[in-house]
């Protein structure tokens, strides 16, 4: 089925039109490239977005589109949100970059209290749907307390946001462009480590990937294994170590959406496998895992065989040296897949 699924995805990205061999940051600019050469009210800003941003996303657009469309802002990540509901609200396109996902809490009022809310408190009169925020997101191993956190969970406490990680150049490309199309008001957080690590064949025109669907990547019948971003190449390393070092075999999910998630698919699976292991870089408490479990627990409890598992980080700020030991590895992964077979 693995095999099936990756040969539909070839065949599905070829009949798009010519692919080119892009990396995860590349696969962005691609995509923002798409948009400003498609709608002429798009607009890019963020700091130091101008020069191509820190990790190179926006390179070469200023001097495609003009600095009137991609431009520099003030380092004030509340007023770079608050501008983008201005411009969405007025009907452009507006995408935000943050620079690094850590540096998103300033901007947390206006992306919770204005930004969620505008459309609702209005009664559909107004919105700003056409606003999108990147965010740079995720460890690399070294980037200590500010550089290295996944802050996805706080948002997804939000009705009215939609929340998306992906974890590869196709993905990012097609969901990105999805956020930006969606009529509402999207996060896009870019898994920063992978931004040169992972290299794929991407259509060059533009694409869209559903933001409520997760992807089945390898079908399993013992255990299923649930992530997203970064956790989705450890778990599938996680899943072969499994099959070769146990004889059991894991079922792999990429969630893509954080909110809406797609609990139809995840749910079925748990019913096949009747076991639950979920993975996220995020301290443990309060993170997403958490409310996976909760709605597995109340949809599936009577196809359980083992309590669902979460290894994620800890209680703790991120650490400098070291990181490599706070985050899930594949180890930690493989405990928990042990554990839960003997259970």
Same mark, same amino acid.
Request: proline residues 6%; charged residues 20%.
């Given at each position: 089925?693995?095999r099936?699924?990756? @040969?539909?995805?070839?065949?599905?990205?070829?009949?798009?039109?010519? +692919?080119?061999?892009?990396? =995860?940051?590349? &696969?962005?600019?691609?995509?923002?490239d798409?948009?400003?050469?498609? !709608?002429? +009210?798009?607009?890019?800003? *963020?700091?130091?977005v101008?020069?191509?941003?820190?990790?190179?996303?926006? $390179?070469?657009?200023?001097?495609?589109?003009?600095?009137?469309?991609?431009?520099? +802002?003030?380092?004030?990540?509340?007023?770079i $949100?608050?501008?983008?509901?201005?411009?969405?609200?007025?009907?452009?396109?507006?995408? #935000?970059?943050i620079?690094?996902?850590?540096y998103?809490?300033?901007?947390?009022?206006? %992306?919770?209290?204005?930004?969620?809310?505008y459309?609702?408190?209005?009664?559909?009169?107004? !919105?700003c749907?056409?606003?999108?925020?990147?965010?740079?997101?995720?460890?690399? *191993?070294?980037?200590?307390?500010?550089? &290295?956190?996944s802050?996805?969970?706080?948002?997804?406490?939000?009705?009215? @946001?939609k929340?998306?990680?992906?974890?590869?150049p196709?993905?990012?490309k097609? @969901?990105?462009?999805s956020?930006?199309a !969606?009529?509402?008001?999207?996060?896009?957080?870019?898994?920063k480590?992978?931004?040169?690590?992972?290299?794929e064949?991407?259509? $060059?025109?533009?694409?869209?990937?559903?933001? +409520?669907?997760?992807?089945?990547?390898? /079908?399993? &019948?013992?255990?299923? =294994?649930? #992530?997203?971003?970064?956790? %989705?190449h450890?778990?599938?390393?996680?899943?072969?170590?499994?099959?070769?070092?146990?004889?059991?075999?894991?079922?792999?999910?990429?969630?893509? &959406?954080? =909110?809406?998630? !797609?609990?139809?698919?995840?749910?079925k699976?748990?019913?096949?496998?009747?076991? @639950?292991?979920i993975?996220?870089?995020?301290?443990?408490?309060?993170?997403?895992?958490? /409310? %996976?479990?909760?709605?597995?627990?109340? /949809?599936?409890?009577?196809?359980?065989?083992?309590?669902i598992t979460?290894?994620?980080?800890?209680?703790?700020?991120?650490?400098?040296?070291?990181?490599?030991f706070?985050?899930?590895?594949?180890?930690?992964?493989?405990?928990?897949?042990?554990?839960?077979?003997?259970?």
């Open positions: 089925m693995r099936y699924c990756n @040969l539909f995805l070839f065949n599905f990205l070829h009949l798009i039109g010519p +692919t080119q061999k892009m990396n =995860l940051f590349q &696969s962005i600019t691609s995509a923002l798409n948009t400003l050469a498609s !709608d002429p +009210t798009a607009v890019i800003f *963020g700091e130091d101008a020069f191509g941003g820190v990790f190179r996303c926006t $390179v070469g657009l200023r001097d495609k589109y003009g600095k009137d469309r991609v431009f520099n +802002t003030p380092l004030c990540e509340q007023g $949100v608050g501008f983008g509901i201005g411009v969405a609200a007025a009907g452009a396109t507006a995408i #935000a970059e620079q690094f996902a850590d998103i809490f300033p901007a947390f009022d206006q %992306i919770v209290n204005e930004a969620a809310k459309r609702y408190r209005s009664g559909n009169m107004y !919105d749907g056409k606003l999108t925020i990147r965010a740079p997101w995720g460890c690399v *191993g070294h980037g200590s307390l500010y550089h &290295s956190q802050p996805e969970a706080f948002f997804a406490h939000c009705p009215g @946001l929340i998306v990680i992906p974890r590869g196709v993905q990012a097609g @969901l990105l462009l956020c930006i !969606d009529e509402n008001p999207c996060i896009f957080f870019e898994p480590i992978l931004y040169r690590a992972a290299v064949q991407v259509p $060059v025109e533009a694409y869209t990937i559903p933001l +409520t669907q997760a992807e089945v990547l390898q /079908e399993g &019948s013992d255990v299923t =294994l649930v #992530a997203w971003g970064t956790q %989705i450890v778990l599938r390393e996680v899943a072969n170590m499994a099959q070769e070092k146990l004889g059991v075999s894991c079922e792999v999910i990429d969630l893509q &959406s954080i =909110l809406p998630w !797609d609990i139809e698919t995840v749910c699976s748990v019913v096949k496998t009747g076991r @639950l292991v993975s996220h870089e995020a301290p443990v408490t309060g993170g997403f895992a958490a /409310e %996976i479990s909760s709605t597995v627990q109340e /949809e599936c409890f009577l196809n359980l065989e083992a309590p979460r290894v994620c980080g800890y209680d703790t700020p991120f650490p400098h040296i070291f990181e490599p706070y985050i899930p590895d594949k180890w930690k992964c493989f405990d928990a897949i042990k554990k839960m077979i003997n259970y």
